[in-house]
């Protein structure tokens, strides 16, 4: 299964350019897709370069395209975001066109130069207030700047502005809101590359039209990890009616074999190690009770005996005939009162692939890496993951690709109960370098700080592998 399916039964939820799509030859594409979006702080993920200058890539929790790019799977590369919170439309144009106006453009240089296959492009609720006609003509530039990407403009879905809480001048603010989306959905009939996707009737609150829903907003602006989700579930949903799924959805799970060898973990510190199959039981447990597999390492906080009336219970079960799933027992309780020590972590000991192995088990300039994992919760209260990091070193200093930064917001989120499949950005190696090592995969989970919490978390199926386009799998 993939990234959780909430099996949304929206009434009314459409996509507006879905009989255009109809029409169309099926588009496909027989390699990694190139995905990019922009727009404002509703897209913002974090890209910080190194003193080596590398880069440590952070997919946050609440950036919809967080878990909208583990549902695309392994064939999909990591969007790169071109956006800045807080930008208008004639900004984010910049942002486009511009070698240094975000971490994008100097990462890679300015999106239109570049060729994304598949852009999601969000913004103008920073206009409202302007007159209609000048943010038409703003976001029609911004529309020709996209559709100008050469040899071939990516296939654009056009975000109209999302249910909005505490904007100004309300009595006029939320009709120019209608107004400007029912142009803006109007223009995927003029251009196949242009579709057009609404979030009202998902995202809106029923008794405040136009406003935030509050189960799915921490500040009436930005989704919370519950909105974050609903967004991303519905995005996908509708990806394959319009077309804009030309790769296989594909997920590269660790073989249910006695050996997986192109899973960077089975290298881990001596061939065949197998730390993928979550084998063996005497791993190290801080603040766990049970026994954790070979390799790995468990650690909570002491404050969840107090807060909760007991510690975090680990142990494994059967997952085919030679995998096994970790099983974490979060109590049910109050979380510990400060965010941080609700954290339960489950990480690789020692370096999986220290410098002097690197060059043997294929780690070399210009090589690609990602990671995965499944993560299955049942029964969760308050558990939300917080941290999936595959981290390098490179001379000395560390890269961490991440996902699922940060917490839940507020004491109303949650994550609901399903199996979801995790994927890290994905690192590719510099070309000049002294030393590498491929240092650990960790999975994090928190809450809520003294909120009621309790639930249980299988994790499986743990695996890095060079990032290469995959027809199927296995």
């Not at 008794?207 to 189960?215: E, I, K, L, R, V």
Request: net charge neutral; with cysteine.
């Amino acid at each position: 299964m993939s990234f959780a399916r909430f099996k949304l039964a929206f009434a009314g939820l459409t996509l507006l350019s879905a009989t255009h799509a109809a029409a169309e030859t099926h588009w496909s594409l027989a390699r990694i897709v190139n995905v990019a979006a922009g727009g404002t702080s509703l897209s913002t993920n974090t890209f910080a370069q190194t003193s080596t200058g590398t880069y440590s890539d952070t997919y946050w929790t609440r950036i919809y395209l967080t878990p909208l790019s583990n549902l695309l799977g392994w064939n999909y590369a990591s969007p790169r975001s071109w956006a800045i919170g807080g930008n208008t439309l004639a900004q984010v144009l910049t942002n486009y066109t511009s070698s240094s106006a975000t971490p994008s453009d100097r990462r890679w240089g300015p999106l239109i130069k570049w060729h994304p296959d598949i852009f999601f492009s969000e913004g103008a609720s920073n206009d409202l207030g302007r007159p209609l006609e000048s943010m038409k003509a703003d976001a029609e530039a911004v529309q020709a700047a996209l559709l100008s990407i050469s040899p071939t403009p990516p296939r654009i879905l056009n975000e109209n502005i999302w249910p909005r809480t505490h904007l100004s001048h309300p009595a006029t603010t939320y009709p120019a809101r209608l107004n400007f989306n029912a142009w803006h959905s109007s223009q995927s009939h003029a251009n196949k590359y242009l579709k057009s996707i609404d979030f009202d009737e998902l995202l809106q609150d029923p008794q405040n039209p136009g406003t935030f829903n509050p189960a799915y907003t921490f500040d009436g602006v930005h989704p919370n990890v519950s909105g974050s989700l609903r967004v991303a579930d519905y995005i996908f949903s509708q990806l394959r009616h319009i077309d804009m799924l030309p790769a296989p959805v594909v997920f590269p799970f660790t073989l249910d074999a006695a050996a997986d060898p192109t899973n960077l973990l089975q290298n881990a510190a001596t061939p065949n190690s197998a730390k993928q199959l979550f084998g063996g039981a005497d791993g190290v447990a801080t603040n766990f009770t049970g026994k954790v597999p070979t390799g790995w390492i468990a650690t909570a906080n002491a404050s969840w005996n107090g807060s909760a009336g007991s510690l975090p219970a680990i142990t494994t079960e059967p997952d085919g005939a030679y995998r096994k799933k970790v099983v974490i027992t979060v109590p049910n309780g109050s979380a510990p009162s400060s965010n941080a020590a609700t954290w339960l972590n489950l990480s690789t000991s020692g370096t999986i692939i220290p410098t002097a192995s690197a060059a043997s088990s294929g780690i070399s300039p210009g090589n690609s890496y990602r990671a995965g994992i499944t993560i299955e919760l049942a029964n969760g209260k308050n558990i939300v993951p917080v941290g999936f990091f595959m981290t390098f070193k490179i001379d000395g200093v560390t890269t961490i690709e991440t996902t699922f930064a940060t917490a839940a917001y507020t004491k109303n989120d949650t994550m609901p109960d399903g199996t979801y499949n995790l994927l890290s950005p994905v690192f590719t190696v510099p070309d000049h370098f002294s030393t590498i090592e491929l240092s650990s995969l960790k999975i994090c989970f928190g809450s809520v700080s003294g909120a009621a919490a309790g639930g249980t978390i299988k994790i499986s199926k743990p695996y890095i592998r060079q990032f290469k386009y995959l027809a199927s799998w296995p």
